[in-house]
């Protein structure tokens, strides 16, 4: 039996979704960021913001690559290529055998 708090009226949702923002670079390397990942993430937001006020219709439907100091560049989404995903690798990660 479900537990009491979940109970609703049907179109009612007392769940509140819980979110937390995980770099997943960081989570990965298993270090806190540097002064350098901090400098690309403060350059890629305010670009993102300024390119989203002066030329939207440029950068909606894109992602922005960071290419070095100065240079990011926007993507189409569309001429990201999609790549498989490899489960060997997964399974490899996080030890374990695929059946």
Known sequence: ????????????YRLTPATKATILG???????PTPEDKTIGQDMAYEA??????EPERVVGCMLAY????AIEAIPLHAVAPKQFDWEIFARMHGSELS
Do not use: D
């Not at 290419?67 to 100065?70: K, L, S, T």
């Open 49 to 54: 913001i300024r390119r989203l006020v002066k």
């Open 67 to 70: 290419r070095g100091p100065g």
């Open 26 to 32: 960081h989570t990965l390397r298993g270090a806190p």
């Open 1 to 12: 039996m479900p537990s009491p708090q979940f109970h609703t009226r049907p179109g009612e």
